[in-house]
C-alpha cells in the first residue's frame, strides 16, 4: 500500500477524532485491540477479532493486547504487544506503509501497558475484561462511539483503495470457486478453492464463507459446507457468499450460477440485470430504503415474467408477496466491517431511523451520500418455511405453485457487488475487478 496515501489518511482521520473528541469533551482516547477468549471448559483461545474501533487507527488486525493512545493535537502512540512466547507466533515490530506515523512501544507483557495508560479527561473504547482496576477514562461513552460510527461511513482514498484491493482478491477466489463447482467438487472442496485463490484462512475472512448447492442456496447464511459430492446429474446451482480482508477491510460479494442451462439459468441472467439497474439508480440525495423499494417492484416483476405469481407488481409489493421471495435487505454499508456501522443512525450525535415496517431486514435507513461504500445485493429464493407460510395465506391464490415447485430444487439467487458513491458517478468495485480478471 502507497504510504503518501496512508499518511494522508491519517492526517484527515486525525482531524475527525480531534472534533470528536473536542465535542464530546475528552482529551483523550485509549482503544484496546481486545484480548484472546478461552473456550468454556478448555485451554484453547477462540479466533482472535480485533475491537473494530481500533484498527480503524491503526491497521493492525491480528495482534492482541495492544492499544492506541490517542491524544488531541499529538502523533497518536501505538503499544505494540511483543512478548517472548515459544508456543505461539509473535508478529515482528512494524516496519511498514504506515509505521512511520505512530509512536511506537514494544510490550513484552500486557500489563506493561498501563504505564502509558491515563484516565485524565479520558475516553476508553474496548472490552473491560481482564482490564480491571486498570486507569483508562470513561468507558465507551455513547455520545463518542456515535460520532466515530457517522463519520466511519465517509470512506478516505485510502479507504477505497483498501476495499478495491480486497474485491480484487476475492473475484480471484470467486473465480476459482465457480471452477470447483462446474468441476463436480463438494460444497466443502469449492470452499477449500475458494480460500486457497484468496490466499487467506478461514480466520481472516470476514465472515464465515456461504458455499450452497442446490436447494442449499435458498438457506441466506448457510455456512455447514457439506463434504459430499453430488452425481453430475443432480448438480443444478450454486451459491456463494463469500468475501476478502485487505488491511483490515472487508469485500463482500455474492454470485449465483446455473450448471446447465434453462429456466434457473434464464432466472439468474434476469437477476442479474436487475442488479445492474439497481447499481445505476444510485446517487446522492436518494433515501436508501427508496432504492430498496424500487427493489421490490423489480422482483415482482421478474416474478410475473416467469409465471410465479399472477398479481401487477405494485400490489405484490404492498400486500407483502414479494417478501417472501426476498426477505432480507437490499444492502449495506461496507468498510472495516461487513456490516459497517452507522446504517440506522440518524444524526451524527446518535439516534436511530428504523427500517420501514414492511422491510424489517433493511441494514441501511440513511440517505445516499458521496464517499459511502455499499452493497447491493437483490435475491429471489424460495424458501420452504416462507413458501409453507405463504400457502396458507389469503395471498395463496396469487402464486403459481407448480412453477414454484419446479424452481424449488435450485434454491435461489442472489448477485452482490460493492460499490463506490462519489459525487459524480457510482464506481462498482466487483464489476469492475471481474473486467479485469
Known amino acids: 500500500m502507497d504510504k503518501k496515501l496512508f499518511a494522508e489518511h491519517l492526517a484527515l482521520l486525525r482531524s475527525r477524532y480531534d472534533a470528536i473528541l473536542d465535542n464530546c469533551g475528552f482529551d483523550t482516547l485509549n482503544v484496546y485491540s481486545g484480548r484472546p477468549k478461552v473456550q468454556f471448559l478448555d485451554d484453547n483461545n477462540y479466533p482472535f477479532k ?36 515459544f508456543w505461539h507466533y509473535v508478529p515482528p515490530a512494524p516496519q511498514t506503509f504506515w509505521s512511520d506515523e505512530y509512536e511506537i512501544e514494544l510490550l513484552s507483557k500486557p500489563d506493561e501497558a498501563k504505564q502509558f495508560l491515563s484516565a ?29 460510527h457517522w463519520a466511519r461511513a465517509y470512506k478516505t482514498p485510502y479507504e477505497m483503495a483498501c476495499l478495491r484491493d ?61 463434504d459430499r459430492r453430488l452425481p453430475e446429474a443432480q448438480l443444478r446451482s450454486f451459491l456463494i ?17 446455473a450448471y446447465s442451462d434453462g429456466e434457473f439459468a434464464d432466472l439468474v441472467e434476469a437477476m442479474d440485470i436487475m442488479q445492474l439497474q439497481l447499481v445505476e439508480q444510485m446517487k446522492a440525495g436518494l433515501p436508501y430504503p427508496d432504492l430498496h423499494r424500487d427493489c421490490h417492484l423489480k422482483i415482482a416483476d421478474i416474478l410475473q415474467r416467469f409465471g410465479i405469481i399472477a398479481m401487477a407488481a405494485e400490489n405484490a409489493v404492498e ?24 446504517g440506522h443512525q440518524s444524526a451524527p450525535e446518535g439516534g436511530t431511523t428504523p427500517p420501514p415496517a414492511d422491510f424489517p431486514f433493511l441494514r441501511t435507513t440513511r ?39 419446479a424452481l424449488r430444487p435450485f434454491g435461489g439467487v442472489r448477485i452482490e457487488d460493492n460499490v463506490i458513491v462519489h459525487a459524480d458517478r457510482v464506481e462498482n468495485m466487483t464489476r469492475d475487478c471481474y473486467a479485469e480478471s
Not at 124 to 148: M, V, Y
Request: charged share 20%; proline share 4%; aromatic share 10%.
Open 50 to 85: 480485533v475491537n473494530p474501533q481500533f484498527k480503524a487507527l491503526v491497521p493492525v488486525t491480528d495482534n492482541p493486547h495492544s492499544w492506541v493512545i490517542y491524544r488531541r493535537g499529538q502523533k497518536p502512540k501505538l503499544l505494540f504487544y511483543r512478548p517472548v512466547d
Open 166 to 226: 480486497a474485491n480484487r482478491i476475492a473475484v480471484t477466489a470467486h473465480r476459482a470457486a465457480e471452477d470447483a463447482f462446474r468441476s463436480g467438487a463438494s460444497e466443502f472442496e469449492i470452499n477449500l478453492a475458494y480460500l486457497k485463490a484468496a490466499g487467506q484462512g478461514e480466520n481472516r475472512m470476514p465472515y464465515g464463507n456461504i458455499i450452497g448447492l442446490n436447494e442449499h442456496g435458498s438457506i441466506l447464511h448457510y455456512t455447514h459446507l457439506s
Open 367 to 405: 440517505t445516499i451520500e458521496a464517499e459511502q461504500v455499499f452493497t447491493i445485493e437483490p435475491g429471489l429464493y424460495f424458501i420452504e418455511s416462507l413458501l409453507g407460510d405463504l400457502k396458507e395465506s389469503a395471498l395463496a391464490g396469487e402464486v403459481h405453485w407448480d412453477k414454484v415447485e
Open 319 to 342: 400486500s407483502g408477496l414479494t417478501g417472501t421471495f426476498m426477505p432480507h435487505g437490499l444492502g449495506h454499508f461496507l468498510g472495516l466491517q461487513v456490516h459497517d456501522v452507522g
Open 120 to 148: 485524565d479527561n479520558a475516553a476508553f473504547i474496548g472490552e473491560t475484561d481482564g482490564l480491571e482496576g486498570w486507569s483508562l477514562g470513561e468507558a465507551n461513552p455513547e455520545q463518542l462511539i456515535s460520532r466515530l
Open 241 to 257: 457468499d463469500a468475501g476478502a480482508d485487505s488491511h483490515g477491510y472487508c469485500a463482500d460479494i455474492t454470485r449465483s450460477y
